[in-house]
Structures are given as structure tokens and as C-alpha cells.
């Protein structure tokens, strides 16, 4: 049998026991009330995300599978996670063995992690939309794409915590950590916690901003080429080669991919001469050449809100993910540094359960920031006034 041996880890449980137990008994039911509420509010808004998919086949969708994989990861969370951590957390003491605190460790390590990685992915996903539309609606069809992908996500999460939580104390040759506490054995090693916080938070952090800022300048780059040459009427002395702020074969430069998305599909076959996206002047009678380039400028002006509203969207959920995950990973490597000796044990509580909020939050900003989720889940809440809902049309 290992030996347990007293470290400064300890102290730090021990210190947020003593620090709660000063409560009174109304804010301890009011503490034990709001995290119920919070297990509760994540685990319907996560399984509403669930339903949406299982009901409505509009959101079967190549990016969407990535948000379907992130609910996942959310609900159990909220099902697994947070109803075993409630009880330790306000009595200070873990009643259900050794066994079920390393399941509960690796869960909540493993789940915690595919969140992040799901988010990356998702931000991942939307970068190529945005500025890779031709490849990336070339890919449509395939389905395996993205389930390796999302398998990916899965592994790469396991890989990261739980073989040190499963065999650390085995390596070591002792645990740290007493009979009735449950944390992981690396909980106060410094290098450890470096290494996994860059690759858990700060890497994902750096390549989801650095896909933001591609999508953002994308987008500004093509409103500002736009601006100048967006619906010019062309001259009728010279043949115009540019349609909607796009540059046509024979320009000084040729269209990016994302740009070139939405004329491959309705590029005629032959250049024509003198196209624009006005409307005909009282000179120029109304042929399938202007009729084609007013259609083809309403399509390239659908294709960039759409790339605006993708970008807002994603901006959001990132800048929730920045908020709720900083103020932790900050926290544990400071104190891991300083032997949980600097940090307050119910500061880095507070930032603890800042993590599993996110997970709350996240099918609210489903429905804020898309309208085929808005749309599916007031389908499912509000059944009687979509009668769609009932003939099988979902």
C-alpha cells in the first residue's frame, strides 16, 4: 500500500474547509442551492443542444457536428462532474473511495480538456470557411472528415491528463494525497502544471485568436475592395472585368479562395462584356448579362454577412472561453509555484467553478449567435405552435 505523506496541498483543502465551515448555515444553502442550479441549467441547456440535432436535420451540418461534439463534453460535465464535486466541496471530505475519485479526476480532466479542444476546432473550422471557402465546401460530402476530427479531439484530451492522474502515485512510488481528499497527484507540481496549462489553455488561446484575427482582416480586406468597386456600372466603351468588387481572369490579381466561392457556381461559361451589378440605365436595355451580375452581386453580398455573422459568433464564444478559463490557469500555475501557499483556497475555488459555468453558458450562446439553433430549439420548447415539429418534417 502507498503512504500518504502531509503536503502543502493538504493544508490548501484543509484551509477552504475552515474558511467555509465559517458560513453560516443560510450561505451554505444558498452556496449548495446555486451550485444545484448550475448542474441543473447545464445539463438541460446542454441536452436541448443534443435534441436539436436528434430532431432537426437542417442543423446536420458539417461545422455543426463540431458544436454537437462540444455539447457532449458540456452535458457531462454537468451530469457527472458536478453532482460528486457539490458534496466534497461544501463538507470538505470525500465519502466515495479511492476508485470513484480517480474515475471522477480522469472525467472531469478528460471532459474539461475536449471543451477546450472542441473550441479550437470549431474556431478551426470556421477559419476555413471564411478564407478557404473553395476547398472547404469541396469537403462537403465527406463525412469521415469530421468524425476523425472530432475522435482526435477525444485522444488528444485523454493524453494529456489522464495517464499522469492513473499512474503518477505508481511512478512516485507514494501518494500525496490523503484517504478522505480527492485531487490529482500532480496538483502541487509546478513543471507539470506549466506544461499542461501552455498545451491545455494558453496554445488553444494563441490559435483561436490567431484564427479570429485571419477571419476579421478576410473580411475587412474584402469590404474594403468592395467599397471602391462593389456594383460600378461599367463603361460602355470598354469591357469590364470586375464583377462586385472581384477580380475576373485578366486582372492584376486574382481572386482569393473565399472570394472565388461564390462566382465558381455561377461564373458563366463565357466572359461577358460590360457587366454590373446596377440597376439597367434608360441606354442599356435588360439582357441576361446584367440580370446574371445583379444575381451574382446579391449572392457575393449573402456570402460576406454570412462570413460576418460566422466571425461574431465565433468571437463571442471565444471571448467567454478566454474569460472563464484565464483567471484558473493563471491560479494553478502561480500556485503550484508557491506550494499553494500565495493563493487563497477560495479564490482558486471561485476560479474552479468559472470553468464548469462555461460549460453552462455555452448552448446559450448557441442560440444568441445562430439562428438554426434559435430557431430548433423553440421548435422543441414551444411545440404546439410548430406543427412541423409533429408531421416529421424535424
Not at 56 to 78: E, I, K, P, W
Not at 82 to 97: A, D, V
Request: hydrophobic share 45%; proline share 5%.
Amino acid at each position: 500500500m502507498f503512504q500518504y505523506s502531509a503536503q502543502p496541498v493538504n493544508r490548501l483543502v484543509s484551509t477552504f474547509w475552515i474558511t467555509f465551515s465559517k458560513f453560516s448555515l443560510g450561505v451554505l444553502v444558498l452556496l449548495a442551492f446555486l451550485m444545484v442550479l448550475l448542474c441543473v441549467v447545464t445539463i438541460l441547456g446542454n441536452t436541448l443542444v443534443i435534441l436539436a440535432f436528434v430532431m432537426d436535420r437542417n442543423l446536420r451540418h458539417r461545422s455543426n457536428y463540431f458544436f454537437l461534439n462540444l455539447a457532449v463534453s458540456d452535458f457531462a460535465v454537468g451530469v457527472f462532474c458536478m453532482p460528486l464535486y457539490i458534496p466534497y466541496s461544501l463538507t470538505g471530505k470525500w465519502h466515495l473511495g479511492r476508485g470513484i475519485c480517480k474515475l471522477w479526476l480522469v472525467m472531469d480532466y478528460l471532459l474539461c480538456t475536449a471543451s477546450v479542444f472542441n473550441i479550437v476546432l470549431i474556431s478551426y473550422d470556421r477559419f476555413l470557411s471564411v478564407t478557404k471557402a473553395v476547398s472547404y465546401r469541396a469537403q462537403q460530402g465527406i463525412t469521415s472528415n469530421p468524425a476523425i476530427k472530432m475522435v482526435a479531439i477525444w485522444v488528444l484530451a485523454f493524453l494529456l491528463y489522464c495517464p499522469a492522474i492513473l499512474f503518477w502515485e505508481h511512478v512516485a512510488g507514494h501518494s500525496v494525497v490523503a484517504a478522505d481528499q480527492c485531487y490529482a497527484e500532480f496538483f502541487d507540481n509546478w513543471y507539470f502544471l506549466l506544461c499542461a496549462s501552455t498545451l491545455e489553455f494558453f496554445v488553444p488561446l494563441l490559435l483561436v485568436t490567431y484564427f479570429n484575427v485571419h477571419i476579421f482582416h478576410n473580411i475587412q480586406r474584402r469590404q474594403r475592395r468592395g467599397s471602391v468597386q462593389d456594383c460600378e456600372p461599367a463603361r460602355s466603351s470598354s469591357p469590364s472585368w470586375r464583377f462586385c468588387g472581384l477580380p475576373w481572369p485578366g486582372a492584376s490579381s486574382p481572386p482569393s479562395e473565399a472570394e472565388d466561392s461564390v462566382s465558381s457556381s455561377t461564373r458563366p461559361k463565357k466572359d461577358s462584356l460590360g457587366t454590373n451589378c446596377s440597376s439597367p440605365s434608360r441606354d442599356n436595355s435588360v439582357t441576361p448579362e446584367n440580370d446574371y451580375s445583379i444575381s451574382f452581386c446579391a449572392k457575393t453580398r449573402s456570402k460576406l454577412q454570412q462570413d460576418k455573422k460566422i466571425a461574431k459568433s465565433l468571437a463571442i464564444i471565444v471571448c467567454v472561453f478566454t474569460i472563464c478559463w484565464a483567471p484558473y490557469s493563471l491560479l494553478m500555475i502561480i500556485r503550484g509555484a508557491c506550494q499553494g501557499t500565495c493563493v487563497h483556497s477560495f479564490l482558486y475555488e471561485a476560479t474552479f467553478w468559472l470553468l464548469w459555468i462555461n460549460s453552462s453558458l455555452n448552448p446559450f450562446l448557441y442560440s444568441l449567435c445562430h439562428v438554426k439553433f434559435r430557431m430548433a430549439f423553440l421548435k422543441i420548447l414551444c411545440h404546439k405552435k410548430f406543427p412541423t415539429l409533429r408531421s416529421g418534417s424535424f
